[in-house]
């Protein structure tokens, strides 16, 4: 396979497996997007950990109209070489309800506040906003159905308010939402407020799925929900009324699961 040493990038996002193994998503040249998985046992984990040397052991990128491929061991030499090296169709998200879509390239990322969510500015916006992204193609499913989610609670003062749809040369990789700036996470004090804004959630026969504390960010006296990524709907009232019940047994759970960081 011929390669190109001199081609530019910079890892955008890495996803490291326990055997040395994962996936890597680079910007090369600053506009061409590509997708490498690496195979288990080709480097140590504390490489692929460490992107400044990741980036030094990585062999060089081949030349070409290609945007997924796969590092593996040479059977002859048992160096890492590039294989499997194409251009494939990678998944998108299909249900794009906003009129809004930008490009990810244009997105200007910020703090990171999860592994896929970032406040971030673009021209489009006045303001520093929220980018929620699908880093590789076996992530976007969970965006598909947020997405979706977002689409119901539309208009009823239960989310932030969705902003646009985010694309990756065309295909739609995630959305952009309000920043909710002051916040807090809530807390056990804040059990009515937060009873009252999944009730109304409960009222569009929608489940939410994780109601712990991190989800509810308190501003001033107003609660938002947040993280829909495993909200449905649902007509089973002993479902919905089970979720309501068991809000005080999340809130009072102090083992953190769940946090992220937000602005205070």
Not at 47 to 56: G, M, R
Not at 170 to 181: C, M, N, Y
Request: hydrophobic letters at 35%; aromatic letters at 8%; one cysteine or more.
């Amino acid at each position: 396979m011929k390669s190109d040493s001199a081609l530019k990038f910079r890892i955008l996002d890495a996803s490291i497996d326990s055997d040395g193994g994962g996936d890597l998503r680079l910007l090369v040249d600053g506009h061409a997007i590509k997708y490498i998985a690496i195979d288990s046992n080709i480097y140590s984990p504390e490489d692929l950990t460490f992107l400044p040397t990741l980036v030094e052991l990585l062999p060089a990128l081949p030349s070409g109209d290609w945007n997924v491929s796969t590092i593996s061991r040479d059977p002859n030499t048992g160096q890492p070489q590039f294989t499997q090296v194409q251009r494939a169709e990678l998944p998108g998200i299909k249900q794009v309800w906003h009129p809004t879509q930008i490009e990810f390239l244009e997105l200007r990322l910020g703090k990171k506040l999860r592994s896929n969510v970032y406040e971030t500015q673009c021209d489009h916006f006045g303001q520093t906003v929220i980018a929620k992204f699908a880093r590789f193609a076996w992530e976007t499913w969970m965006l598909e159905a947020e997405t979706e989610a977002y689409q119901w609670i539309e208009g009823h003062a239960i989310g932030p308010n969705f902003l646009g749809h985010i694309a990756e040369f065309g295909r739609v990789i995630g959305f952009l939402i309000s920043r909710i700036d002051p916040c807090r996470h809530a807390n056990l004090q804040d059990l009515p407020l937060c009873s009252s804004i999944l009730q109304k959630l409960h009222d569009l026969g929608i489940k939410h799925g994780d109601t712990n504390k991190h989800n509810f960010l308190i501003s001033g006296k107003e609660v938002v929900l947040i993280d829909f990524d495993s909200a449905k709907r649902t007509q089973d009232t002993d479902e919905l009324s089970k979720e309501m019940s068991g809000l005080k047994e999340q809130f009072s759970d102090e083992s953190g699961r769940g946090g992220v960081t937000v602005h205070s």
